[in-house]
C-alpha cells in the first residue's frame, strides 16, 4: 500500500481506533471484587481477565483463574464459594464459571443466560442464585443445572439475600422483590422509588435495608414487603448499607458517610468525605473503613471521629473487606491490584499481577 | 478528551427519550435527526462539493486538459491545471473531505453518549450519573434498552427459530447504506486522484462501519443507519445541477 493510500484512508482508521480504544473489549470496566476465605487462608480476587487467589497474610499469589488471558473473559463481582468446594465466578461473558479454589481449575460452566453476570450469586440452602443483566435471576443445582428463573423489567446487578426461605432481590427496576426458593414465585414487590445496584442488607427481625438510586435509604419488612421508614440522602446511594449493633452505615456519591439508627431511620452522624464513595462501609473491630473515590481510605471511630486518612493512587470504588486483622482494598490499577492495610492504616502488602 | 460534546449529547438524548415514551430508539432516531439540522451546512458543503467533483469528470475542458497532458512526466503541470480549473469553477477539492473530519468527533461523542446513557457496567453508569443534570433522572434510571427485537446496549442479532445463529441484521444495512453513501460521493474518473480516494472509501468505510455495528451496541449501529439514510436522502432531495454541470450543457446547434 503506498504511502499516499494511506493518507487517504487515515481518517477512517483513526475513527476505528477510537470507536476500538473506547469499547468493553479494553480495559477495565469495573472494579475489583474481593471475597475472603479465612479457613485456608485465601483472598480471590476478581478483576478484569482473571481471578486471583492470594495468601491473606502476605498477598502471594497462589493461582489465577483463567491460567492465561483468554478473549471475552473478565471478571469484576467477588468470587463466591459453596459448601461442597466450588469457587464460582461472574463472567461478563454471559457464563457463569466453576472453578477449583484450591487450584483454579476449572468446573462446570453455565452459558445459559444473554447478558453479563454482574453481580454476585447466592450460595444458599443448597442452590446457587445469579442476578443477570437480561433482567432474570438464574436458580442453578450445584451442578449448573438449571433449576428455574425469576424475571425482573430490568437488569439484575446485585446479590440476592436469604430471609427465612426468602429471596430478597433488589432490582434495577425499581422494585425489591420477594421471591418463594422452592418455585421461584413472586411473593411480594415494593417500589423503592429508584433504580438498586447492591444488594440488601439483612438485619434483625426480618428487616432489610437497600440504598437506591432515588438517593434514598429504605427499611423494608421482608416478610410482607411493607416499607418501615426512608432516609433522604445528599445522592445516589450506591453501595449496600452495612448494619452494626443497631446502627446502619452507608455511603453516597457525595462522599457523605451516614450513619442511621436502624429501627427508626434517624440520623445520627455523617461526615462528607469528598470522594464518592460507591462501596460499603466495613465495620471492623469497633471501627469503621470507608473507601472513596479520591482514593482515601478512612478509619472512624463509632461515634464519627476520625482515626486516620490513608491515600493509595487510585479511585477506590469497591468495598473494603477484612480479612483477619487486614483491611484489604481493590485498586485495579498497574501499580497494585490490592492493597493490605492493617488497623493503623499502614500498608501490609501489596500486589500486582504479572502481566501476560 | 470529548466530554464537553458528549456530556450535552447525553443530556440531550435522555431528555428526548424521557419524552417519547421511554423509547430509547426512537430517541436515538429523533436525536440523529436534529444532529443532521446541526450539522446541515457542513453535510449540504459536502455533498455539493462531491457532485461538483463528480460532474467535473464530464467537462470538456477538463477532458482537454487531461488530453493535453498525458504521460506520466506531465503529472504536475496536469495538477497545476486541475487546480486552476477547480478555482475557475469554484470548486473546493477539500470540501468533501473537511466535513467529514469535522463529524468525526460527532460521531465518536454519539458513541459515548449512547454507550454511557445505556450504562451496561458500572463505571459507565457511574459516569453517566456524573454528565446528567435532569432533575428527573432518578426515575428514568435504567434506560429502557429494549427496541424492536433488539437490545440496544449490546451487539444487534436476529434470531429465527428455524436458524441456529443469530443474524446481525442492522450492520447488513449498515454495510449496504454506507456503501450507497459513499459511492454517491464518489467522481468517476479512474484517473482522477479523487476518484482513487473515493474508491478506497467506497471498500473500507461500508466495511469498518459494518464491522462496528457487528462488534459494538446496537444503539450505535441504529445511528450509523439512521445517519446514512438521511444523507441518502439529503443527496436526493438536493440533486441540482451545480456551476461543473452547468458548464458542461452543450450549446445548441445553430441553424444554417
Known sequence: MTMKRLTKILPLLLLGLLLTACGSG??????PGITIDEESGTAYVAYNQAVYALQIENGAQRWRFPAENQANFTTFAPPQLTEDGQLLVSGYDQTLYSVNPENGNPGWTFAGATNRFIGSPLVAAGLIYAPNSDNRLYTLATNGELQWTFSSQQPLWSQPILVDEMLIVSSMDHNVYGVDTGSGEQIWSL?????????PTLGEGGIVYVGTLNRQVLAIDSSRGRLIWSHDAPD????????FDGQLFAGDLTGTVIVLDAATGQELWSVDTEGAITGSPLVMNDHIYVVNENGQVISFTLDGTIQ???????????SPVAAGNLILVGVGTSEALVVALDENGDTAWTFTPASQ | MLEFIIVPFTNVLVFIYSFLGQNFGLAIIVFTLLVRLVTYPFNASQMK?????QELQSNPKWKQIQEKYKGKENREKLAQEQMKLYQELGINPFGACLPTLIQLPLIIAMYWAVTRALAATPL????FARGLSLSNAADLIPLNSHFLWMDLGQPERLYLDFLPIGIPVLAAIVLVTSYIQTKMMTPANPGDQGAQMGRAMNLYMPILMAYISYIYSAGLALY?????????????ITRRPTAAAKAVVPAKPKQP
Open chain 1, 26 to 31: 479494553v480495559g477495565a470496566v469495573s472494579w
Open chain 1, 236 to 243: 445516589w446511594v450506591w453501595g449496600a448499607p452495612t448494619y
Open chain 1, 191 to 199: 417500589d423503592a422509588g429508584g433504580a438498586m445496584v447492591s444488594n
Open chain 2, 124 to 127: 459507565q453508569l457511574l459516569d
Open chain 2, 224 to 236: 450509523f443507519v439512521t445517519t446514512n439514510v438521511l444523507s441518502i436522502v439529503q443527496y436526493y
Open chain 1, 308 to 318: 486516620w486518612t490513608q491515600t493509595i493512587e487510585a479511585k477506590l470504588y469497591g
Open chain 2, 49 to 53: 462539493s462531491a457532485k461538483a467533483m
